[in-house]
Protein backbone atom coordinates (compact mmCIF):
# COMPACT_ATOMS: atom_id res chain seq x y z
CA UNK A 1 0.00 0.00 0.00
CA UNK A 2 1.26 3.13 -0.81
CA UNK A 3 1.15 6.09 1.78
CA UNK A 4 0.86 9.66 1.68
CA UNK A 5 4.39 10.52 2.69
CA UNK A 6 5.61 7.88 0.06
CA UNK A 7 3.69 9.93 -3.01
CA UNK A 8 4.49 12.99 -1.50
CA UNK A 9 8.54 12.04 -1.12
CA UNK A 10 8.59 11.31 -4.58
CA UNK A 11 7.06 13.92 -6.29
CA UNK A 12 9.17 16.13 -4.28
CA UNK A 13 12.45 14.19 -5.35
CA UNK A 14 10.82 14.54 -8.87
CA UNK A 15 10.28 18.35 -8.94
CA UNK A 16 14.36 19.00 -7.60
CA UNK A 17 15.14 16.68 -10.09
CA UNK A 18 13.74 18.83 -12.75
CA UNK A 19 14.85 22.44 -10.77
CA UNK A 20 18.08 20.78 -11.44
CA UNK A 21 17.45 20.33 -15.27
CA UNK A 22 16.74 23.97 -15.99
CA UNK A 23 19.67 25.21 -13.77
CA UNK A 24 22.11 22.59 -16.18
CA UNK A 25 20.23 23.62 -19.41
CA UNK A 26 20.54 27.48 -18.75
CA UNK A 27 24.42 27.20 -17.97
CA UNK A 28 24.83 25.11 -20.57
CA UNK A 29 23.64 27.72 -22.70
CA UNK A 30 25.82 30.67 -21.35
CA UNK A 31 28.48 28.14 -21.50
CA UNK A 32 28.09 27.92 -25.30
CA UNK A 33 27.65 31.61 -25.95
CA UNK A 34 30.87 32.52 -23.95
CA UNK A 35 33.14 29.79 -25.29
CA UNK A 36 31.58 31.60 -29.19
CA UNK A 37 33.15 34.43 -28.14
CA UNK A 38 36.47 32.72 -28.43
CA UNK A 39 38.30 32.96 -31.54
CA UNK A 40 38.26 28.85 -31.40
CA UNK A 41 34.49 29.03 -32.37
CA UNK A 42 33.05 29.44 -35.56
CA UNK A 43 30.40 30.89 -34.89
CA UNK A 44 29.35 33.89 -33.21
CA UNK A 45 28.35 34.06 -29.37
CA UNK A 46 26.80 37.00 -27.56
CA UNK A 47 26.76 40.18 -29.73
CA UNK A 48 28.29 42.07 -26.66
CA UNK A 49 29.65 41.55 -23.68
CA UNK A 50 27.27 43.14 -21.65
CA UNK A 51 25.08 40.90 -23.16
CA UNK A 52 26.97 38.03 -21.74
CA UNK A 53 26.73 39.50 -18.18
CA UNK A 54 23.10 40.21 -18.15
CA UNK A 55 22.65 36.81 -19.42
CA UNK A 56 24.61 35.59 -16.56
CA UNK A 57 22.54 37.45 -14.04
CA UNK A 58 19.58 36.65 -15.21
CA UNK A 59 20.69 32.59 -14.90
CA UNK A 60 22.19 33.22 -11.21
CA UNK A 61 19.02 34.66 -10.55
CA UNK A 62 17.23 31.28 -11.47
CA UNK A 63 19.50 29.66 -10.53
CA UNK A 64 19.21 30.66 -6.93
CA UNK A 65 14.62 30.73 -7.22
CA UNK A 66 15.22 26.93 -8.35
CA UNK A 67 17.55 25.92 -5.30
CA UNK A 68 15.06 27.63 -3.44
CA UNK A 69 12.33 25.93 -4.69
CA UNK A 70 14.41 22.58 -4.25
CA UNK A 71 14.82 23.15 -0.24
CA UNK A 72 11.09 23.97 -0.54
CA UNK A 73 10.08 21.17 -1.91
CA UNK A 74 12.51 18.63 -0.53
CA UNK A 75 10.99 19.94 2.89
CA UNK A 76 7.12 19.52 2.30
CA UNK A 77 8.16 16.05 0.74
CA UNK A 78 10.06 14.91 3.82
CA UNK A 79 13.46 14.29 1.66
CA UNK A 80 15.96 12.80 3.64
CA UNK A 81 19.64 14.32 3.33
CA UNK A 82 22.31 11.62 3.47
Not at 29 to 34: G, H, P, S, Y
Not at 50 to 69: E, Q, R, S
Amino acid sequence: MVTIKEIKNTIAVAIAAAFGFVIALLWKDVIVELLKMTPFWTEKGFSDPMGAVVTIVTVLIVTIICVIGIIYISKWGGVAQK
